[in-house]
T-cell receptor, first 115, second 114 residues
């Protein structure tokens, strides 16, 4: 298994455009998380999926953001009408429910720059 | 709410120096504690963890002890190497009905000079 993958690795867009990122978790991991990391800060939780169900969304996730995980495998994060404040690294992590504490494995991230 | 406060960086040390990166936390409930490391150009990797008070997590020569009385989880290494240069994040997690979301500190950039 090659770990968590994210595409694209970099995205540059103009303000007002829509963007979509993809995350492929480690196969058979049923839990998937999205985080956002701005420059000089630690990652901040955005949303959580268990299988295909989106069970929690952070207040950081405005109504311009939507995430899906159809069939409980890969996930997409879409940002509509991007703003310059959306510029950040978007991280995906996955874990499996195997015990009391489940390590999250992180992907390399998608760096978004909004001009 | 939950939060993590880390020592401000950047930190620059000479090879073989002793390292301490301070981390304190505030949590509603009983958290598990983690240190993650981000090497240049790579994703976050779990370095070590501790799940209950007085537990010591260790990996690659790094150690951290879960101190409930001081709400701290300081990272230490006795002799750092150039390859330890990275950004280090302290984090906590409280399992909320299966949601194990992590709350991170701001990160500490460590540079080791030969």
């Amino acid at each position: 298994d090659t770990g968590v993958s994210q595409n694209p690795r970099h995205k540059i867009t103009k303000r007002g455009q829509n963007v979509t990122f993809r995350c492929d978790p480690i196969s058979e991991h049923n839990r998937l998380y999205w985080y956002r990391q701005t420059l000089g800060q630690g990652p901040e939780f955005l949303t959580y999926f268990q299988n295909e169900a989106q069970l929690e969304k952070s207040r950081l996730l405005s109504d311009r953001f939507s995430a899906e995980r159809p069939k409980g495998s890969f996930s997409t994060l879409e940002i509509q009408r991007t703003e310059q404040g959306d510029s950040a690294m978007y991280l995906c992590a996955s874990s499996s429910r195997t015990g009391a504490l489940n390590e999250q494995f992180f992907g390399p991230g998608t760096r978004l720059t909004v001009l | 709410g939950n939060s993590v406060t880390q020592m401000e960086g950047p930190v620059t040390l000479s090879e073989e120096a002793f390292l301490t990166i301070n981390c304190t936390y505030t949590a509603t409930g009983y958290p598990s504690l983690f240190w993650y490391v981000q090497y240049p150009g790579e994703g976050l990797q779990l370095l070590l963890k501790a799940t209950k008070a007085d537990d010591k997590g260790s990996n690659k020569g790094f150690e951290a002890t879960y101190r409930k009385e001081t709400t701290s989880f300081h990272l230490e290494k006795g002799s750092v190497q150039v390859s330890d240069s990275a950004v280090y994040f302290c984090a906590l997690m409280i399992n909320n009905f299966g949601n194990e979301k992590l709350t991170f500190g701001t990160g500490t950039r460590l540079t080791i000079i030969p």
